[in-house]
């Protein structure tokens, strides 16, 4: 089983619908939690990071944590075809000396219908 | 705003080749990161480097190395290439883990590896 699970979709919304994208993890060292959109072919692009449980808001974004749970979500509002990619948790643990490797989910692929 | 740079942007190589891929992280980093993005799966993590030094180790193969030289820049080394290297290789930077940003990775383009 893998230390983080995200349903692969494809989530299909029209236009100006909310997304709603979330993910379980098992390993309970993870601290860190974050957000990437990755278009075909390109690489990831960071779009929400956190820390603490609870929400948090950026433009059309919002990404909660709820680690009792060990489940976050990311909630994008009014959505434009634009938003149509594949959307990837990350999380990281404490750091060690250095260096924060990300252990990614599998990736949802989000279709916006015009 | 600068973005992490990688070369080549495609790289064609036949089995039992050897491959240099490169790595310029953004301006100030000193963290950079390697992943490797098989067909339709996730990023997994290879292998990490601060302040020149190799700071994390993942499921990187032995026929693998890379390095962080003093400019910063990272170099991934790979020969014997088996069929199964075919992926997408993205590097990654941030800065350093005493900042409060060290959690922040920034991705390039990739490499794309295709071993025929």
């Known amino acids: 089983q893998k230390e983080v699970e995200q349903d692969p979709g494809p989530l299909s919304v029209p236009e100006g619908a909310i997304v709603s994208l979330n993910c379980t993890y098992s390993n309970s060292a993870f601290q860190y939690f974050m957000w990437y959109r990755q278009y075909s072919r390109k690489g990831p692009e960071l779009l929400m990071y956190t820390y603490s449980s609870g929400n948090k808001e950026d433009g059309r974004f919002t990404a909660q944590v709820d680690k009792s749970s060990k489940y976050i979500s990311l909630f994008i509002r009014d959505s434009q075809p634009s938003d149509s990619a594949t959307y990837l948790c990350a999380m990281s643990a404490r750091p060690k000396a250095a260096g924060n490797k990300l252990t990614f989910g599998g990736g949802t692929r989000v279709l916006v219908k015009p | 705003a600068a973005g992490v740079i990688q070369s080549p942007r495609h790289l064609i190589k036949e089995k039992r080749e050897t491959a240099t891929l490169k790595c310029y992280p953004i301006?100030?980093?000193?963290?950079v990161y390697w992943y490797q993005q098989g067909p339709g799966q996730d990023p997994q993590f290879l292998i990490s480097f601060y302040e020149k030094m190799q700071s994390d180790k993942g499921s990187i193969p032995d026929r693998f190395s890379a390095q962080q030289f003093s400019d910063y820049h990272s170099e991934l080394n790979m020969s014997s290439l088996e069929l199964g290297d075919s992926a997408l290789y993205f590097c990654?930077?941030?800065?350093?883990?005493?900042?409060?940003?060290?959690?922040?990775?920034?991705f390039g383009p990739g490499t794309r590896l295709t071993v025929t």
């Open positions: 990654a930077s941030s800065l350093g883990l005493t900042r409060s940003q060290s959690y922040e990775q920034y």
């Open positions: 301006p100030r980093h000193d963290t």
